[in-house]
């Protein structure tokens, strides 16, 4: 077999890494519904691995760094159902006991609006067909055929529980271990492949480190505003909206993950509530979410997400349908950063293969100059003779 010259051609060892790495993807995807919960712990070994390694930096041994770092996470979460968890099982159980009187006074305003348009005859007659038809559809639904799904995902919840409750220990051991990792990894890696794949892992790190702690704090800062603008609104407007203040903040906050979407779902709730006490509480809740968005938008993500996330509002819509569709709901939250990865490889690449190829410094610096360490960094690990 001939090489190119200036080509070296992959070992036994590479093409062993490929298989594995091909197998791993295989059954992450045919057990997706069952490890669906590590997504949740990828996301706290982000927004924990930082502080694990400042604390061992400090001098603190990593296992006990690791150690207060999960004990810290768990407080939170505590110290946060403790306090909140309470009042918004209230809140839920109101909001259920109350939904069919908010949907019949929701739909009396409506009506009472449609009513008032000083619409044609034939298309009022073309409105009442479709709504008809639409409700007609709605009284059709197999019931039956809704709940075999259901019941058919038992298997599906009892293996997610159980993930869940392995969580915290899987999650200790990869914040205590996550340099050793690396350094495996780099030591399964035919040395002429080391630079590049720890370029790929440095731009996937950057995109979906600064996501997630921008989404978080994003979600923190639209719960709060939400809830303290409901609030405003149970003072100035009715206390109808004080009554679910809690519950709707969880949701803008929670719905805050999902781009485009997320936000209009959020406010649905708040509108309808709204549409119950009248034109002027439909209102004041469409133009309070309308407000937040548009703080959200104009001053928060710019300082919190940066450019590390940045596509086009077209490219963002097709990621979100296409995740959707792979992956439901986590699939569309994922889209954003998994898109932007692979934005920044595509860049990266088209450099490397270039002619002449761009060196692994000068195509980081193309993607971003932060990507670019002040000395080379890129570990480098003796794997002795043979290597």
């Known amino acids: 077999m001939t090489v190119t010259p200036g080509r070296r051609r992959v070992s036994a060892r590479g093409w062993l890494v490929v298989a594995a790495a091909a197998l791993l993807v295989l059954v992450l995807i045919l057990a997706f519904d069952a490890v669906r919960p590590f997504a949740v712990g990828v996301v706290l070994v982000y927004l924990l691995g930082p502080l694990v390694d400042r604390l061992e930096d400090r001098g603190v041994p990593r296992a006990l760094a690791a150690l207060l770092a999960l004990l810290l996470a768990i407080t939170i979460v505590v110290g946060v159902g403790a306090f909140a968890l309470?009042?918004?099982?209230?809140?839920?159980?109101?909001?259920?006991?109350?939904?069919?009187?908010?949907?019949?006074?929701?739909?009396?305003?409506?009506?009472?609006?449609?009513?008032?348009?000083?619409?044609?005859?034939?298309?009022?007659?073309?409105?009442?067909?479709?709504?008809?038809?639409?409700?007609?559809?709605?009284?059709?639904?197999?019931?039956?055929?809704?709940?075999?799904?259901?019941?058919?995902?038992?298997?599906s919840i009892?293996?997610?529980?159980?993930?869940?409750?392995?969580?915290?220990?899987?999650?200790?051991?990869?914040?205590?271990?996550?340099?050793?990792?690396?350094?495996?990894?780099?030591?399964?890696?035919?040395?002429?492949?080391?630079?590049?794949?720890f370029a790929v892992i440095a731009m996937a790190n950057r995109v979906f480190g600064n996501w997630i702690r921008g989404q978080?704090?994003?979600?923190?800062?639209?719960?709060?505003?939400?809830?303290?603008?409901?609030?405003?609104?149970?003072?100035?407007?009715?206390?109808?909206?004080?009554?679910?203040?809690?519950?709707?903040?969880?949701?803008?906050?929670?719905?805050?993950?999902?781009?485009?979407?997320?936000?209009?779902?959020?406010?649905?709730?708040?509108?309808?509530?709204?549409?119950?006490?009248?034109?002027?509480?439909?209102?004041?809740?469409?133009l309070l979410y309308l407000a937040i968005q548009q703080v959200e938008n104009n001053v928060f993500v710019p300082k919190i997400q940066g450019d590390a996330v940045e596509l086009h509002p077209s490219a963002v819509m097709v990621a979100l349908v296409a995740g959707a569709a792979i992956a439901g709901i986590l699939g569309a939250i994922l889209s954003l950063p998994i898109t932007a990865t692979a934005r920044d490889v595509f860049r990266y690449l088209f450099r490397r293969l270039s002619e002449p190829p761009a060196t692994v410094v000068e195509a980081l610096a193309a993607v971003s100059p932060s990507l670019v360490p002040a000395e080379p960094a890129l570990p480098t690990v003796d794997d002795g003779p043979g290597s």
Do not use: H, K, M, N
Request: glycine share 10%; net charge negative; aromatic share 8%.
């Open 86 to 155: 309470s009042p918004l099982v209230a809140q839920v159980e109101a909001f259920v006991a109350d939904l069919p009187t908010i949907a019949r006074d929701a739909r009396g305003a409506l009506e009472a609006f449609y009513r008032g348009l000083d619409l044609p005859l034939d298309v009022r007659s073309q409105v009442d067909t479709l709504v008809a038809g639409g409700a007609a559809g709605l009284s059709g639904i197999d019931v039956a055929g809704l709940a075999r799904p259901v019941v058919g995902s038992l298997f």
């Open 216 to 286: 978080l704090a994003l979600g923190v800062v639209v719960g709060l505003a939400s809830f303290v603008g409901l609030e405003l609104l149970a003072a100035v407007v009715d206390p109808v909206f004080g009554r679910y203040a809690i519950l709707l903040a969880l949701v803008a906050g929670l719905l805050e993950l999902v781009p485009f979407i997320g936000p209009i779902l959020s406010a649905i709730p708040a509108v309808l509530i709204g549409l119950t006490v009248g034109p002027g509480g439909f209102l004041a809740a469409l």
């Open 158 to 197: 009892v293996g997610a529980v159980t993930a869940y409750a392995i969580l915290p220990a899987w999650l200790f051991f990869v914040l205590r271990d996550r340099r050793r990792l690396a350094a495996a990894l780099e030591r399964s890696l035919p040395v002429a492949w080391r630079e590049d794949v």
